[in-house]
């Protein structure tokens, strides 16, 4: 066994997120296992950029209100409890509600040389207002 204490609160960068996100990482990859688990809290409105996992992602909310949006339009509204699967190759975003804040643990498995995450452009603030009134 061994305990690994709290890591020091990083913002989230402003190169994959809108809004201010902070972010506590729980588990590096260390081999053989492949496991990334990281607490994020986005602030009313805040969200990721558009993006994939190579070996998809589990996102468990624990706080608040938020959502997870697929290119295809599809949303899942996320509050407390709820899990969220994207497979593999999904683009996806997700963040907070316009109005309250939004806690998740986001899980995924690492690959060879790195998170597998593939980070693309910022999602367009029509898109974001869109998926909040569906």
Known sequence: MELTTPSNTAKGPDTIFTGDVYINPIKQKMEPSRLIASIVRFTPGAHTNWHSHALGQTLF???GAGLVVARDGTTIRLTPGDTVWTPPGQEHWHGAGVDCMMSHI????GVEDGDGTTWLEPV????YRAANQR
């Open 124 to 127: 367009s603030a029509e898109d």
């Open 61 to 63: 909310c624990t706080d």
């Open 106 to 109: 986001a899980m995924l498995e």
